[in-house]
């Protein structure tokens, strides 16, 4: 047996000792992110990451918090021992009910990241110590950390801490406790602590006897006194057991028993986060996610960071949401599914999720950071993609977005009923996948096919919409509460009126069948849902004055407008509303893409600043530090060529000179300071 211990030990010290951190991610992963310490060091020196107020670890506990310890090793990655010209991995993993998040690190030296770990985990009473297994050594803490280590490579997995809970401890404990009261009775028993049953004085002792009892008149009022005479003396018996040497001995013992069985829960928890990273150290090339084309070739770019998503894992989970034997015990529980499915059916969507990319990369430029996002898919799901994105967004919405105090816009031109399509058949798929699918699932989505009127849901509006954030806006808010009377010495509910901000806004779309619209609208009428307030205008009628003469909904030849902006709603969107000062013709070259939007941060943040007496919107001090440093954002959907989409994102900084990385650390750090 030691031979064959040994032999296993040094497979694994082999396997582990040529580890690459790319080589440590599963293919299971729901997603990676890769970091790349080269690059960043180029922009950064990450020896100042120590002195930056908003890493340093404030907790002064016995017991450090997972996210304290994460921003306290990567302070200092050189003391650290991590190899600042390598690259970090972040991957997430779901193991049946619980999920972990995994960091893997490039290091240099494992003697120094041990030495660094139990630094910042370990106390004076709790001194910690890694585990060996082979050429990798592990230390798992507080049943949510787990940390392992080979000559080159690091694992840190931060795990959700599963819910403990024992079946029948209760009903158990009443069923152990009686058995001890039991004996206990039996003591006293014995010890005639306990009197006889009073039935047997009764009948051995009855007032009346057999012959009497004929003769007895039932309404003859007996003398109560009588019977107490013949009734002995009932000693008075103790039925607190609580300070008996029996139950105190059996409380301690059961208290015990619970502590043993919890610490076995999780004994056997920890070592489940033990296994899970031997299984990662010497897993094969085949379930390793580089064995993956697409993914080595994003990986391999040198980007700042990347981001992998493989669709394929996720027809798998949506496979299983549609389970019938699904329940809060079991909803995950693989092992038993294993067991159970004996014939597996063919995964139909998987020929939508499979053979298709999605990564992103990003870059932290001079004063912005960019990020661009490639969906490169396959024919099946091509069908879907391209009848979803095949129409343009209206130029009209422009005319009646105000620019003055814009904060923000996002437009976006979609198919609904090509949408609509798309998601049933993904659960279409799923079900007719699922061996043990709930047969509910696949009735309901059939009976909605059948009752919804889909030229009401799909066609009384054509699919484009804009929504802009045009400024600040108050209002009063009427409430209730408690005021003491000092005359009547009593306490009575006043209403009170107290102003508050919620943004501007304007929601657009066009209609593409006027007589549905007409239809719905004239039914909300009759509900006294809306109520109209002028021509082709009407208010919410929902029983609140801040709601009822706030919110608008408006039409215009082919437009539809709901919007909190009076004036618009009820004097510019059919007046005169000056070209200049609304948005126009600036977006018109991104008419023809699905998405685009716009954001104004420093506008934002000022208005939320100047508008925050009640400080609903938080610091005013931290809105304006933002506003300081942050200058706009912007993403774009670009039209799709062949199998591919692509979605460009960029957050501008005011400061245009600096690495963005440096001036988004410095802003933390300021924030931090903010009190």
Request: with cysteine; proline share 2%; net charge neutral.
């Given at each position: 047996?030691?031979?064959?211990?040994?032999?296993?030990?040094?497979?694994?010290?082999?396997?582990?000792?040529?580890?690459?951190?790319?080589?440590?991610?599963?293919?299971?992963?729901?997603?990676?992110?890769?970091?790349?310490?080269?690059?960043?060091?180029?922009?950064?020196?990450?020896?100042?990451?120590?002195?930056?107020?908003?890493?340093?670890?404030?907790?002064?506990?016995?017991?450090?918090?997972?996210?304290?310890?994460?921003?306290?090793?990567?302070?200092?990655?050189?003391?650290?021992?991590?190899?600042?010209?390598?690259?970090?991995?972040?991957?997430?993993?779901?193991?049946?009910?619980?999920?972990?998040?995994?960091?893997?690190?490039?290091?240099?030296?494992?003697?120094?990241?041990?030495?660094?770990?139990?630094?910042?985990?370990?106390?004076?009473?709790?001194?910690?110590?890694?585990?060996?297994?082979?050429?990798?050594?592990?230390?798992?803490?507080?049943?949510?950390l787990s940390i392992s280590c080979s000559k080159n490579v690091a694992l840190i997995s931060?795990?959700?801490?599963?819910?403990?809970?024992?079946?029948?401890?209760?009903?158990?404990?009443?069923?152990?406790?009686?058995?001890?009261?039991?004996?206990?009775?039996?003591?006293?028993?014995?010890?005639?602590?306990?009197?006889?049953?009073?039935?047997?004085?009764?009948?051995?002792?009855?007032?009346?006897?057999?012959?009497?009892?004929?003769?007895?008149?039932?309404?003859?009022?007996?003398?109560?006194?009588?019977?107490?005479?013949?009734?002995?003396?009932?000693?008075?018996?103790?039925?607190?057991?609580?300070?008996?040497?029996?139950?105190?001995?059996?409380?301690?013992?059961?208290?015990?028993?619970?502590?043993?069985?919890?610490?076995?829960?999780?004994?056997?928890?920890?070592?489940?986060?033990?296994?899970?990273?031997?299984?990662?150290?010497?897993?094969?090339?085949?379930?390793?996610?580089?064995?993956?084309?697409?993914?080595?070739?994003?990986?391999?770019?040198?980007?700042?960071?990347?981001?992998?998503?493989?669709?394929?894992?996720?027809?798998?989970?949506?496979?299983?949401?549609?389970?019938?034997?699904?329940?809060?015990?079991?909803?995950?529980?693989?092992?038993?599914?294993?067991?159970?499915?004996?014939?597996?059916?063919?995964?139909?969507?998987?020929?939508?999720?499979?053979?298709?990319?999605?990564?992103?990369?990003?870059?932290?430029?001079?004063?912005?950071?960019?990020?661009?996002?490639?969906?490169?898919?396959?024919?099946?799901?091509?069908?879907?993609?391209?009848?979803?994105?095949?129409?343009?967004?209206?130029?009209?919405?422009?005319?009646?977005?105000?620019?003055?105090?814009?904060?923000?816009?996002?437009?976006?031109?979609?198919?609904?009923?090509?949408?609509?399509?798309?998601?049933?058949?993904?659960?279409?798929?799923?079900?007719?996948?699922?061996?043990?699918?709930?047969?509910?699932?696949?009735?309901?989505?059939?009976?909605?096919?059948?009752?919804?009127?889909?030229?009401?849901?799909?066609?009384?509006?054509?699919?484009?919409?804009?929504?802009?954030?045009?400024?600040?806006?108050?209002?009063?808010?009427?409430?209730?509460?408690?005021?003491?009377?000092?005359?009547?010495?009593?306490?009575?509910?006043?209403?009170?009126?107290?102003?508050?901000?919620?943004?501007?806004?304007?929601?657009?779309?066009?209609?593409?069948?006027?007589?549905?619209?007409?239809?719905?609208?004239?039914?909300?009428?009759?509900?006294?849902?809306?109520?109209?307030?002028?021509?082709?205008?009407?208010?919410?009628?929902?029983?609140?004055?801040?709601?009822?003469?706030?919110?608008?909904?408006?039409?215009?030849?082919?437009?539809?407008?709901?919007?909190?902006?009076?004036?618009?709603?009820?004097?510019?969107?059919?007046?005169?509303?000056?070209?200049?000062?609304?948005?126009?013709?600036?977006?018109?070259?991104?008419?023809?893409?699905?998405?685009?939007?716009?954001?104004?941060?420093?506008?934002?943040?000022?208005?939320?600043?100047e508008n925050n007496e009640t400080k609903e919107f938080g610091n005013s001090a931290f809105?304006?530090?933002?506003?300081?440093?942050?200058?706009?954002?912007?993403?774009?959907?670009?039209?799709?060529?062949?199998?591919?989409?692509?979605?460009?994102?960029?957050?501008?900084?005011?400061?245009?000179?600096?690495?963005?990385?440096?001036?988004?650390?410095?802003?933390?750090?300021?924030?931090?300071?903010?009190?």
């Amino acid at each position: 047996m030691k031979k064959y211990l040994i032999l296993i030990l040094l497979l694994i010290s082999i396997i582990a000792h040529s580890q690459t951190p790319e080589k440590l991610v599963p293919a299971n992963a729901d997603f990676v992110i890769s970091i790349n310490l080269a690059s960043l060091s180029q922009k950064i020196n990450f020896n100042d990451l120590g002195n930056y107020s908003f890493l340093q670890n404030k907790n002064k506990d016995n017991t450090v918090n997972t996210q304290a310890f994460i921003k306290e090793l990567f302070r200092m990655p050189e003391k650290a021992g991590f190899n600042v010209k390598g690259k970090i991995l972040l991957f997430s993993e779901n193991h049946d009910s619980i999920s972990n998040f995994t960091y893997v690190v490039s290091i240099t030296n494992n003697k120094l990241f041990k030495k660094r770990v139990t630094e910042i985990l370990g106390t004076i009473k709790n001194e910690l110590k890694f585990s060996k297994y082979g050429k990798f050594e592990i230390l798992n803490y507080n049943n949510s950390l787990s940390i392992s280590c080979s000559k080159n490579v690091a694992l840190i997995s931060i795990w959700s801490r599963p819910y403990y809970y024992s079946y029948n401890d209760e009903e158990l404990y009443n069923i152990e406790r009686n058995k001890v009261i039991n004996i206990i009775d039996s003591i006293r028993y014995s010890k005639n602590q306990i009197p006889p049953d009073l039935n047997e004085v009764i009948k051995s002792d009855t007032i009346l006897d057999k012959k009497n009892e004929e003769n007895f008149d039932s309404n003859e009022i007996i003398d109560s006194t009588v019977i107490e005479e013949v009734l002995p003396d009932v000693p008075y018996y103790d039925y607190d057991y609580s300070n008996d040497s029996l139950i105190k001995q059996f409380e301690r013992n059961w208290t015990a028993k619970l502590r043993e069985k919890e610490a076995k829960f999780w004994h056997l928890h920890d070592e489940k986060m033990s296994q899970n990273h031997i299984k990662l150290f010497t897993q094969k090339n085949n379930t390793q996610m580089i064995a993956d084309k697409g993914f080595a070739d994003v990986y391999n770019t040198g980007n700042d960071f990347t981001l992998w998503i493989p669709l394929s894992v996720y027809s798998k989970k949506l496979i299983s949401m549609f389970d019938k034997r699904k329940n809060y015990y079991q909803n995950n529980d693989t092992a038993k599914n294993k067991k159970e499915i004996v014939v597996e059916k063919q995964n139909t969507l998987s020929e939508l999720f499979d053979n298709n990319k999605f990564f992103g990369i990003g870059n932290f430029e001079k004063g912005k950071i960019e990020m661009n996002f490639n969906f490169e898919f396959n024919n099946k799901l091509k069908a879907h993609i391209e009848k979803i994105n095949n129409g343009n967004i209206n130029p009209e919405f422009f005319k009646y977005i105000k620019s003055d105090n814009l904060m923000g816009l996002t437009c976006m031109s979609i198919n609904v009923e090509a949408w609509s399509d798309f998601y049933i058949d993904i659960f279409k798929r799923a079900i007719e996948s699922n061996n043990n699918a709930d047969k509910k699932f696949a009735i309901g989505l059939e009976l909605l096919d059948l009752f919804i009127n889909k030229d009401v849901i799909f066609h009384t509006f054509k699919g484009d919409a804009a929504l802009a954030f045009t400024g600040m806006k108050s209002y009063l808010k009427t409430f209730n509460t408690w005021e003491y009377d000092s005359l009547t010495f009593e306490s009575r509910i006043v209403q009170q009126t107290k102003t508050k901000y919620i943004p501007e806004f304007v929601y657009i779309l066009t209609i593409e069948n006027k007589s549905n619209l007409d239809k719905i609208i004239s039914l909300l009428n009759r509900l006294e849902a809306i109520k109209e307030n002028g021509k082709n205008i009407w208010t919410i009628n929902s029983g609140k004055n801040e709601i009822d003469s706030s919110f608008f909904i408006v039409t215009k030849d082919n437009l539809f407008f709901i919007t909190n902006d009076k004036k618009l709603a009820k004097e510019q969107i059919y007046g005169n509303l000056s070209s200049t000062r609304v948005v126009a013709n600036t977006y018109n070259s991104y008419l023809s893409s699905s998405s685009f939007g716009f954001w104004d941060a420093s506008i934002m943040f000022k208005l939320m600043a100047e508008n925050n007496e009640t400080k609903e919107f938080g610091n005013s001090a931290f809105l304006n530090k933002l506003g300081e440093k942050i200058n706009n954002g912007f993403y774009y959907a670009k039209p799709i060529k062949s199998n591919q989409s692509e979605t460009s994102v960029s957050i501008e900084l005011k400061n245009r000179e600096n690495s963005s990385l440096l001036e988004i650390l410095n802003l933390f750090d300021d924030l931090n300071k903010i009190k």
